[in-house]
């Protein structure tokens, strides 16, 4: 079992950064898949990014791909999120979710999720 716990979230104006980040402890963060979800209000919570168990690959959604970069370090047991090019859309709650199944895309496939961290775009 593995705990995550997101930091980082805040206020930025559009075309800022922001770096979240995903401290996991328990089991080590590099036998799960590691992914980051968003949710805006009144909206379903969307995959953003993940980066899988052993190989290491990474999966961006369309909508932040060239702009996010997701990244771990296994020595600090801890996943990031670097956020360049910031957009009012993307506005949301952000979660950190670890899994351990072949799906890395939907909700389903992660079990352990953090509380998540706001982050809030200005236009």
């Known amino acids: 079992q593995v705990q995550v716990v997101e930091s980082g979230g805040g206020l930025v104006q559009a075309g800022g950064s922001l770096r979240l980040s995903c401290a996991a402890s328990g089991r080590t963060s590099s036998s799960y898949n590691m992914g980051w979800f968003r949710q805006a209000p009144g909206k379903e919570r969307e995959f953003v990014a993940t980066v899988t168990r052993g190989a290491g690959l990474i999966y961006y959604a369309d909508s932040v791909k060239g702009r996010f970069t997701i990244s771990r370090d296994n020595a600090e047991n801890t996943v990031y999120l670097q956020m360049n090019n910031l957009k009012p859309e993307d506005t949301a709650v952000y979660y950190c979710?670890?899994?351990?199944?072949?799906?890395?895309?939907?909700?389903?496939?992660?079990?352990?999720w953090g509380q998540g961290t706001q982050v809030t775009v200005s236009s």
């Open positions: 979710a670890a899994g351990n199944t072949a799906e890395v895309f939907t909700r389903t496939a992660y079990a352990y």
